[in-house]
T-cell receptor, first 109, second 117 residues
Framework: QKEVEQDPGPLSVPEGAIVSLNCTYSNSAFQYFMWYRQYSRKGPELLMY????GNKEDGRFTAQVDKSSKYISLFIRDSQPSDSATYLC?????????FGSGTRLLVRP | ETGVTQSPTHLIKTRGQQVTLRCSSQSGHNTVSWYQQALGQGPQFIFQ???????GRGNFPPRFSGLQFPNYSSELNVNALELDDSALYLC????????????????FGEGSWLTVV
């Protein structure tokens, strides 16, 4: 079993839809949770950074962490075609990040 | 723009050859990590450098090695290239990890695409 599980998709939604992306993890010691966005053939771009449980909002993006269920989510409101990318969840384990395999999102105009 | 720059952006090597990839970290960042991202996968941690010394390593063989220089820039060297080494190699920079609620953030460069034929 991988430490971080993420549905690879692809997830296809119409423009304006609310998107929900999710990851599960196995190590209850994880405290730091991140979401990165990666466009094709580019490096990952940090979107959201959350410590411990709870919600964090930034513009159209909301990150949610439920440590009791070992489950994290990223919600995108009013999705745009420019949001089409691969979304990677990551957890900090001391000096390194442990990534999910990424979910590919396609927002149709 | 993260301020992390990598070179070269693309390269093709033959199996058995050696390759050196370079990274300049973001200003003020003294810690550099390298990750390997195979097609369709998430990045995998290779190692981290702090104060010119390796202070953490993932599950990669010794033919993957690195350096960090006094200006915090870094190199990743891979010897005896294998076909499975074909991947996107990502450099990430950050400040020193101190834990705590604020933690620190890690910024990635655009990567170097390595193809081994």
């Amino acid at each position: 079993q991988k430490e971080v599980e993420q549905d690879p998709g692809p997830l296809s939604v119409p423009e304006g839809a609310i998107v929900s992306l999710n990851c599960t993890y196995s190590n209850s010691a994880f405290q730091y949770f991140m979401w990165y966005r990666q466009y094709s053939r580019k490096g990952p771009e940090l979107l959201m950074y959350t410590y411990s449980s709870g919600n964090k909002e930034d513009g159209r993006f909301t990150a949610q962490v439920d440590k009791s269920s070992k489950y994290i989510s990223l919600f995108i409101r009013d999705s745009q075609p420019s949001d089409s990318a691969t979304y990677l969840c990551a957890m900090r384990s001391s000096y390194k990040l442990i990534f999910g395999s990424g979910t590919r999102l396609l927002v149709r105009p | 723009e993260t301020g992390v720059t990598q070179s070269p952006t693309h390269l093709i090597k033959t199996r058995g050859q050696q390759v050196t990839l370079r990274c300049s970290s973001q200003s003020g960042h003294n810690t550099v990590s390298w990750y390997q991202q195979a097609l369709g996968q998430g990045p995998q941690f290779i190692f981290q450098y702090y104060r010119e010394e390796e202070n953490g390593r993932g599950n990669f063989p010794p033919r993957f090695s690195g350096l960090q220089f006094p200006n915090y820039s870094s190199e990743l060297n891979v010897n005896a290239l294998e076909l499975d080494d074909s991947a996107l190699y990502l450099c990430a920079s950050s400040t020193t990890w101190t834990g705590g609620r604020s933690g620190n953030t890690i910024y990635f460069g655009e990567g170097s695409w390595l193809t081994v034929v």
